[in-house]
């Protein structure tokens, strides 16, 4: 039974609550719905919530659960010298789950009859797979193949209890809600109980996605950690991954790309914003405004790999026909920080300027006028009184785009280069944290190499930064604002 | 002496108030300088966004058109079909290779009929002007219709890729000579052959339908699989992200009670909002791919990675939507009796709905065009060259997404991918901006103003 059909069988059971149990209330009040303390479908409700709740919730914990549980049996069959270290062990178990998954093909083609499965060897095996056109699994080691029939008999033993137990929990919710289905029961009281849990799951779902991305990181990023030393990628100055081991992995230089190329996006990005911001909301007609506003933020909405294929195609190959060997000689190839610096900044220019069009409006006009009343002129108005006011929400608004910017992944992978570098020449590629870790998690490295576990280390590191940036430009605007109100 | 008049103030310096001194000028001179400097702020991003659209329109529409050859080609009945019984599955057993030396033949007859003198003297040089894929298409043509072996029948076959960007002017002769593949001898048979209205520029809709093609046949290239990648993972958050999105803003706007709890409930949500998506990336790789063992380059991880981003996107305004609602519909509906609940559910809900559906679509619109956490979720590398068997096999089997097919584009080597790149982001934007119009369209519609 696939995971679809449980969960329609379940619904089925649950349904099927929801409409015995309305009929055994209305049959128990001789059908006078003013005899119920609850309207009849809520007696269907309360039911129902008792079929289906706990028995989905234990299918989707089972169904988490049961690979890292079968795992955990399955690795006990790999014991020895070639399965010390836990990265060992995670390949070992990746072949074992292909073994197991080829014998799954030959069954279900009707190549090997599963009773037969015992007495194969491992060189049996491999015969048949070659047969059916299988890839053939080069020199198994027979550790492999028991431990890939405890892991399909583990699954298949799992995989039955599973369907037995949600459909069991299932089947005992329905009775147990239809047995005490009654006129005189609480019915929407409970339900409503009920409901109400449901939200407040629903609810939970956030705090258990940043526990999920916490846990994610940490632990990979002690496993990095245990491997690397600490100092080494926070004080190295050096980057420089070779998969075959001995590489340096020194986070400085990513770092010194990422806060470079952020703060040219800034350099781009924050007087135009602001001074977008100024007119729309100082002089802009209001026509004008209505038209101009939502066309610059047509820009946030536009995705960033858009962003990247421009910085890659357009703005990387016109600044290198200026700045490149053609012209100046300054710009070694089309991808550079000037060029991801640029289109960052252009993305983030409506997401100033609507920031710190938010804060100039909540500048309350009593201050405006006091300033025209004592003869000064609009611009005289804002420079010296509506942005000194307004100063704590635009610096939140710029730390908020800082830390986008900081966050940005396509523009950087396609528009920065790949080089890490230490340079203060804006016009050579440099990479950043973001674009290592992009490059780091999608090529065929062991995942327990500490070449694919840095990326975690890095992923860390934006993690902390852009919540740290976030926190304090959330305060600085949330203190600003209720100055005002 | 009472009429003496004293001396005004202002005529002691000779000068009208309507003449503007030396710093009120000056002043005057800054105040216009700012209002230009703040329009120039304004106008520099309109241009660049126009500059954006226009070199998107301008290399992206390319892609939607495409080069064919039309021969007419021999099918002879003792090549193809050695059995003559017609049977599709036994005429199978011929190969692409078995169809090659037809395209070329045909290549050299038309030629010869046509009265064009060509240098080549070996069919095989000639066929570069096609695709490489134009046997297998014969081939699939012929095994879809076998009534065709035994005739004459013409087909328009795609031309290469470098004879499409010909025409379409990415390629001319100097690079042609430069490059391996084709040699100006080869571009002066294709002009004579479009003069002579045998090779033609069209519509190509197997972009829009297409499965990608691997990196030597750009020309055969779509999008078609991987959008449905991208539709079956926006199936998957519209089905977890709306309704835990809903909730959660109905718990908290609605049932709260005002404690630490919610406190920290808040807390999250607005952090989750800032995080850069690529740690939502590496949290999908490590919890779903590493820990639950879902398999790799599936729509449902993607899926699951999108809902948990833009879970924060939904709740944010859905809560303000909620918060729209007037007391007094709330205090009625309390009034004539209503639980909590069916307040909640029966009045308030329903009539924030607009305001929940337009956040809803707006983040849905975001979520398709999200990138950076598909790379680590192994939705790039993979080449989409196959459609899901059905329905259910959409979500796990491997698939590309819309946006992760363009960046996997834009990193081949060949230019030719840059036009589908480009095409690609073309199709991206013109779902992202219906699904928004489609916002403005409900907000519009549904809009209420208390």
């Known amino acids: 039974m696939s995971f679809g059909t449980l969960i329609l069988a379940v619904i089925v059971i649950a349904a099927g609550a929801f409409f015995l149990s309305r009929r055994k209330v209305l049959g128990l009040a001789d059908g006078d719905r003013r005899r119920l303390h609850s309207l ?46 836990s990265g060992e062990r995670s390949l070992a178990m990746s072949e074992v789950r292909r073994v197991a998954d080829a014998i799954d093909g030959l069954i279900k083609g009707g190549k090997l009859n599963s009773d037969d499965l015992d007495g194969l060897s491992i060189d049996d095996l491999g015969r048949r797979l070659e047969e059916t056109g299988i890839p053939v699994l080069a020199d198994v080691p027979p550790q492999i193949l028991d431990s890939a029939r405890t892991y399909r008999s583990a699954s298949a033993a799992g995989d039955l209890i599973k369907i037995g137990l949600v459909l069991l929990l299932a089947l005992a919710g329905a009775a147990y809600g239809y047995s005490v289905a009654h006129p005189d029961l609480r019915a929407r009281n409970r339900t409503e109980m009920g409901v109400r849990a449901l939200l407040v799951a629903a609810a939970c779902v956030a705090i258990l996605t940043t526990f999920g991305i916490v846990l994610s990181l940490l632990f990979n990023t002690i496993e990095f950690f245990r491997i690397y030393p600490a100092h080494e990628f ?26 470079y190329i952020s703060f040219i996006a800034l350099l781009v990005a924050v007087p135009l914003g602001l001074f977008s911001a100024i007119y729309l909301a100082e002089y802009a007609h209001p026509k004008f405004r209505s038209v101009a506003k939502p066309l610059l933020e047509v820009l946030t909405g536009i995705p960033t790999i858009v962003y990247g294929l421009f910085a890659l195609l357009i703005v990387g190959p016109a600044l290198s026909s200026v700045y490149g060997r053609g012209g100046l000689g300054w710009m070694p190839s089309d991808t550079a920080v000037i060029t991801a610096g640029l289109v960052m900044g252009i993305m983030l220019i409506p997401f100033v300027s609507s920031l710190s069009d938010d804060v100039i409006n909540a500048v309350p006009q009593s201050m405006r006028d006091g300033s025209y009343g004592l003869g000064a002129t609009k611009s005289e108005t804002v420079r010296k009184v509506i942005v000194p006011a307004a100063l704590p929400g635009i610096v939140g608004a710029i730390l908020l785009a800082a830390s986008r910017a900081i966050g940005e992944t396509m523009i950087v992978v396609l528009g920065a280069g790949a080089a890490a570098r230490m340079s203060l020449n804006p016009f050579e590629a440099m990479t950043t944290v973001t674009a290592k870790i992009v490059s780091q998690l999608t090529g065929d490295a062991d995942f327990a190499s500490p070449e694919a576990l840095v990326a975690f280390a890095l992923g860390m590191t934006l993690f902390v930064v852009t919540l740290g940036l976030n926190i304090v430009a959330l305060a600085i605007v949330r203190r600003y604002r209720e100055q005002y109100e | 002496m009472s009429d003496t008049t004293v001396p005004v103030a202002s005529q002691v310096g000779h000068r009208s108030l309507l003449e503007p001194d030396a710093l009120l000028k000056k002043r005057r001179r800054k105040e216009s300088w700012f209002k230009m400097l703040g329009l120039g702020a304004v106008m520099t991003g309109l241009f660049f966004l126009v500059v954006l659209i226009a070199s998107i329109v301008y290399n992206g529409i390319p892609a939607f058109t495409q080069t064919y050859v039309t021969v007419p080609v021999t099918l002879p009945a003792d090549k193809l079909d050695k059995t003559g019984n017609r049977n ?67 087909f328009d076959l795609l031309a290469s890729s470098r004879i499409d960007g010909y025409y379409k002017g990415r390629v001319d002769r100097v690079s042609v000579e430069r490059g391996m593949v084709l040699t100006p001898a080869h571009l002066d048979v294709a002009d004579a052959l479009h003069e002579r209205g045998l090779i033609e520029r069209r519509f190509n809709l197997e972009f829009i339908t297409g499965a990608d093609a691997s990196d030597n046949r750009p020309e055969q290239a779509g999008v078609g699989v991987s959008l449905l990648g991208s539709l079956f993972m926006i199936l998957v958050v519209v089905a977890l992200a709306v309704p835990i ?72 305004p859905a809560r303000a939507a909620l918060k729209a609602v007037p007391p007094s519909i709330r205090q009625a509906a309390l009034g004539i009796g209503a639980s909590r609940n069916q307040m909640v559910f029966q009045h308030v809900l329903p009539l924030a709905m607009p305001g929940i559906l337009t956040g809803v679509i707006i983040s849905l619109a975001q979520a398709l065009g999200e990138t950076a956490p598909l790379l680590l979720i192994g939705m790039v590398g993979y080449i989409a060259s196959n459609y899901p068997e059905g329905f259910l096999d959409g979500f796990v089997s491997p698939n590309s997404a819309l946006p992760a097919q363009i960046y996997e584009w834009s990193k081949r080597a060949d230019p030719a991918f840059y036009e589908r790149a480009w095409g690609g982001i073309i199709v991206l934007l013109v779902f992202m901006l219906a699904v928004n119009i489609l916002a403005v369209v409900l907000r519009r519609r549904f809009e209420r103003r208390w």
């Open chain 1, 234 to 259: 926070f004080l190295n100055l050096t980057w420089s991954p070779s998969f075959g081991g001995g590489s340096d992995l020194g986070i400085i230089p990513l770092l010194w790309g990422t806060l």
């Open chain 1, 40 to 85: 009849p479908h809520y007696h269907g409700m309360h039911a129902l919530l008792l079929a289906a709740v706990p028995a989905l919730l234990l299918l989707f914990a089972w169904s988490v659960l049961q690979p890292v549980v079968v795992d955990r049996t399955a690795v006990s069959h790999l014991s020895g010298e070639n399965y010390d270290t």
């Open chain 2, 245 to 316: 999105g809903v909730a959660a803003a109905v718990y908290l706007e609605e049932f709260a009670p005002q404690n630490r709890f919610t406190d920290l409930i808040e807390v999250n949500i607005s952090n989750l909002a800032a995080v850069p998506s690529i740690v939502f990336g590496i949290l999908g790789l490590a919890a779903f791919i590493q820990f639950a063992n879902l398999p790799q380059s599936a729509p449902l991880v993607g899926g699951l990675v999108l809902t948990l981003m833009s879970l924060p996107q939904i709740i944010i």
């Open chain 2, 88 to 154: 599709a599955s036994e005429m199978r057993k011929v190969s692409t290779f078995g169809y090659r030396p037809l395209i070329e033949q045909a290549l050299i007859d038309t030629l010869a009929d046509q009265g064009i003198s060509s240098p080549f003297e070996d069919g095989g040089d000639l066929a570069d002007l096609l695709s490489d894929g134009a046997a297998a298409d014969v081939r699939e043509r012929v095994l879809r219709n076998t009534d065709l072996v035994g005739k004459t029948v013409e």
